[in-house]
C-alpha cells in the first residue's frame, strides 16, 4: 500500500515539472513578443506617471489660487461685520436716547397735573408754570419718535394732563397689558387646539389686535366727555356704559375686536381667543347677553 502511494506521489511529481517545462517553452517561444508588450506598459506607465505629477502641480496651484481668494473674501466679510456692528450699536445708542427723552416727557406731562415747585436760579418756579409748560409740550403732540411708545400705567394716565386736553391721540402702551407669550406657555395648549398655530402667530395676534383693543379702548374711555371728537363719542358712552359690567376689571368686547380688524370674527379668531384663554391671558364672561373677555394676566 505504502509502494502505490509513493508511486502516486511520484508521477505527481513528475507532471508537475513536465507542466513547468512546457511552460518555459512556451514563454521562451514568446519572448519576443512579450518583451516588447512589457516595453510597452511600461512607457505607458512613464506616461501616466508625468501626467499624475502635472495634474497634481495643476491642482496645488488651483488649491492656493482658491485659499487666497476665501482669505480675501473672509477679509472682507469681516471688514463688513464690523462696520454693521458698529451701524446696529450706534442705532441701538439712538433708540435708548430717544427712548429717555420720550420718558422724560411723559413724566413731566403726568407731573403738570400735581402741585410741584421748582428752584431754578435760587428762585421758586410756581406750579402753574410746570404745568403751562405740561400744556405747551402736549399741544406739540407728543408722539412716539422712533417707533417708542409711552408706557404708563392706567392709574397715572387717568390724572395726567392727557385725559383734559385736545390733543391728536398719542399711542400709548399700558403696562398692564404688557405681556409676551412664551414658548413653555404655548407648549402647554393641547395639541388639537392649536393645530398648525405658532406661538409667533399668536404672539402676533395678541400684539397687533388685542392689546390694541384694551389700550384703545382705556385711554378713550378716561377722557373727559368735553374734548372728544364726534366719531369717539358714542363709542365713549358705551364704553363707559359696560364699565359697570364688570367693576375693577378690565375687558373687551367682540365688537371692540371686530372693529379693530374691520371684520366679524372669524374660526381662526375665536380659536385664537380660546388659546389665550386656556394660558390664563383672557377670560371668558357673559354680562347682560354680552361676551366679555376679562384680562386675567397678573404679570
Not at 516588447?36 to 512613464?46: N, T, V
Amino acid at each position: 500500500m505504502e509502494n502505490i502511494e509513493t508511486l502516486e506521489e511520484f508521477v505527481q511529481q513528475t507532471q508537475r515539472k513536465i507542466d513547468r517545462l512546457n511552460d518555459f517553452i512556451a514563454l521562451s517561444l514568446r519572448q519576443k513578443n512579450i518583451t516588447k508588450e512589457l516595453r510597452q506598459i511600461i512607457d505607458k506607465a512613464a506616461n501616466i506617471k508625468d501626467t499624475l505629477i502635472l495634474a497634481h502641480q495643476s491642482m496645488q496651484e488651483e488649491m492656493k489660487k482658491v485659499q487666497e481668494d476665501c482669505e480675501n473674501v473672509m477679509s472682507e466679510m469681516r471688514k463688513k461685520q464690523i462696520v454693521i456692528m458698529d451701524y446696529v450699536i450706534k442705532e441701538k445708542q439712538r433708540k435708548l436716547r430717544e427712548a429717555e427723552e420720550e420718558q422724560k416727557k411723559v413724566q413731566l406731562l403726568l407731573s403738570c397735573g400735581k402741585s410741584v415747585k421748582s428752584v431754578v436760579g435760587g428762585s421758586a418756579v410756581k406750579s402753574s408754570a410746570v404745568k403751562r409748560l405740561g400744556t405747551d409740550m402736549a399741544s406739540l403732540n407728543l408722539n412716539h419718535v422712533g417707533g417708542i411708545t409711552p408706557r404708563l400705567k392706567i392709574s397715572d394716565y387717568k390724572n395726567s394732563p392727557l385725559v383734559k386736553k385736545k390733543i391728536a391721540p398719542i399711542p400709548i402702551l399700558f403696562a398692564e397689558f404688557d405681556v409676551h407669550i412664551t414658548q413653555q406657555q404655548f407648549d402647554k395648549i393641547p395639541k388639537y387646539m392649536c393645530g398648525r398655530e405658532t406661538v409667533d402667530q399668536l404672539n402676533g395676534f395678541l400684539e397687533s389686535v388685542i392689546i390694541p383693543c384694551f389700550n384703545e379702548k382705556y385711554q378713550l374711555i378716561h377722557k373727559q366727555r368735553n374734548i372728544l371728537r364726534s366719531n369717539d363719542l358714542e363709542l365713549w358712552k358705551m364704553y363707559n356704559e359696560q364699565a359697570s359690567y364688570l367693576p375693577g376689571k378690565y375687558f373687551i368686547t367682540p365688537g371692540d375686536i371686530g372693529r379693530h380688524q374691520n371684520k366679524m370674527l372669524d374660526k381662526k379668531t375665536q380659536n385664537r381667543l380660546t388659546m389665550l384663554r386656556h394660558i390664563g391671558i383672557l377670560q371668558e364672561q357673559r354680562v347682560k347677553q354680552t361676551v366679555c373677555y376679562v384680562w386675567s394676566h397678573n404679570g
